[in-house]
T-cell receptor
């Protein structure tokens, strides 16, 4: 079974703090993704990576950056957390575009910025 | 840009009955994939069913089936013989060339015993 894990289930941070969310997958997938999930808005793509050290902006990259130094690990960084970044953050991975490119999701990190 | 719309924020169904979730999408592509994902309360999101646009036959996975209407850009999910474990958020998603998924806003399914 594909396993995608995220470093924390719940996180509380203060405004202005630098926040790191980590994601690890164990199936040697090329592609990794970070989404944020908000009620009524579904999942919105923040950034994705299709290879080590490669990244592309998603639909809402402002206020975020990412790092992928190893194939299995994809980190989301909030340089200076703000209250409007309070949300559920989901990580996902996929093998490649073939066969529909099914994405496998982690359990999510619920981040609260106060 | 592609958009995915789920017009039903919440649906309620009696156990053992059938419920249909609607999804419409907007695209100018001819080759793409459509997905339904399930997110149970406090649990990980999982893939329920996948449809390839070039296939006319509707996909089926056990009690889950889709009604794919390409011309109408409609992709509904039918859950038959609903079970308590079907209670979850359901997301419709679209993917064309590349790796990016576009999700709808989600529909919460409540199952009444």
């Amino acid at each position: 079974d594909v396993k995608v894990t995220q470093s924390s289930r719940y996180l509380v941070k203060r405004t202005g703090e630098k926040v790191f969310l980590e994601c690890v997958q164990d199936m040697d997938h090329e592609n990794m993704f970070w989404y944020r999930q908000d009620p009524g808005l579904g999942l919105r793509l923040i950034y994705f990576s299709y290879d080590v050290k490669m990244k592309e902006k998603g639909d809402i990259p402002e206020g975020y950056s990412v790092s992928r130094e190893k194939k299995e690990r994809f980190s989301l960084i909030l340089e200076s957390a703000s209250t409007n970044q309070t949300s559920m953050y989901l990580c996902a991975s996929s093998l490649y575009s073939g066969r529909g490119g099914e994405q496998y999701f982690g359990p999510g990190t619920r981040l609260t910025v106060t | 840009a592609q958009t995915v719309t789920q017009s039903q924020p919440e649906m309620s169904v009696q156990e053992a009955e059938t419920v249909t979730l609607s999804c419409t999408y907007d695209t100018s592509e001819s080759d793409y994939y459509l997905f339904w994902y399930k997110q149970p309360p406090s649990r990980q999101m999982i893939l329920v069913i996948r449809q390839e646009a070039y296939k006319q036959q509707n996909a089926t996975e056990n009690r889950f089936s889709v009604n794919f209407q390409k011309a109408a850009k409609s992709f509904s999910l039918k859950i038959s013989d609903s079970q308590l474990g079907d209670a979850a958020m359901y997301f419709c998603a679209y993917r064309a060339a590349g790796n990016k998924l576009t999700f709808g806003g989600g529909t919460r399914v409540l199952v009444k015993p």
